[in-house]
């Protein structure tokens, strides 16, 4: 039978480990970035992802050859329902890390009271319902979204004046800027090492595998390292998606985008939207955060001109 003769590079990533499943179907967020202005805002908004179109727009890169030119773009479409402010939590920097010093739930509970001089950074709680959209869960989501600019003081003052009211995605984010989105992805089940690594299958006469590795470790030390591929969870992972720039932002029943037949599995799009190009992690209906980019981005933050949407994807029209 003899041994391979030939070299190979290493099958899958190992920048993604552990492939384990998420623990929730909401994102957690470590990270919020740091605004250099004088003026306080939530860093992220919850939304929905509804499908994907294609998106015809005039390219605005300078020094490409295509500048100027129409530029064709897979999009995802987000479903953005009106968000709540509905509490503040501030940290302390302790011991090289932060912890939770206050929480405040209610705005007539006082500002006075927190101890806004030990606090290092400030957040928010954001709640939204997702039978606004369409979806079958009454039950509101609550997240914990970061907030920057200005100092500590002007923070805290800038949620307590935003609890109980209503937020829209434009009134934080703009057509043209660039954000990350951070999701849970669509899982795949149990799956071998071949399609969960990319590993290559092994010659039809090896002995009685074929979809396997072939050798697992040495026989001393009588060891597995983490970085063999094998057999496990593929999918339902959490995953960041960076540099996504938002094409255009609208109301469904001003400006509809829902095709002939309604987005597969989501239905119509009633309310605000946004068009990101690119994916997004995750099923049609899977909640979705969307963050302000942690790095800069020195393109173009100008609207992108849209010269044309998709109007035939979904299901044909009977």
């Known amino acids: 039978m003899g041994h391979r003769k030939h070299s190979a590079p290493r099958r899958g990533s ?19 970035p740091k605004l250099e202005s004088d003026k306080p805002t939530i860093l992220g908004y919850p939304a929905f992802k509804a499908g994907t179109i294609h998106v015809i727009t005039v390219d605005d890169r300078a020094k490409t050859p295509n500048f100027g030119k129409p530029l064709f773009n897979m999009s995802s479409v987000l479903s953005m329902p009106e968000a709540q402010v509905t509490g503040l939590r501030l940290y302390g920097h302790e011991d090289g890390a932060d912890h939770p010093i206050a929480d405040l739930k209610a705005p007539g509970e006082g500002l006075e009271k927190l101890p806004i001089e030990r606090a290092a950074r400030v957040t928010a709680f954001v709640s939204t319902v997702p039978s606004d959209v369409g979806l079958s869960q009454k039950q509101p989501i609550v997240m914990e979204v970061g907030v920057s600019g200005g100092d500590v003081k002007s923070q805290a003052e800038y949620v307590v004046g935003m609890m109980g009211k209503k937020v829209k995605f434009t009134d934080v ?8 989105v951070l999701g849970i992805t669509k899982g795949k089940g149990f799956e071998g090492p071949v399609t969960r690594f990319g590993v290559k299958r092994k010659q039809h006469k090896s002995r009685k595998s074929v979809r396997a590795v072939g050798v697992i470790g040495p026989w001393h030390p009588a060891a597995v390292m983490y970085t063999v591929a094998r057999a496990g969870q593929m999918g339902f992972h959490q995953r960041t998606e960076t540099g996504k720039r938002i094409l255009l932002s609208a109301n469904g029943t001003e400006k509809p985008i829902t095709p002939a037949g309604g987005f597969p599995h989501f239905g119509e799009v009633k309310g605000d939207y946004a068009v990101l190009r690119g994916s997004v992690p995750g ?36």
Do not use: H
């Open 173 to 180: 984010f703009k057509a043209g800027m660039y954000v990350d």
């Open 14 to 32: 190992l920048a993604y480990r552990p492939r384990g499943r998420a623990k929730s179907l909401l994102p957690r967020i470590r990270n919020w």
């Open 283 to 318: 099923p049609a209906r899977r909640f979705v955060m969307v963050r302000m980019a942690v790095r800069g981005f020195r393109k173009s933050q100008n609207p992108p001109q849209v010269l044309e949407l998709s109007p035939t994807l979904g299901r044909p029209s009977r």
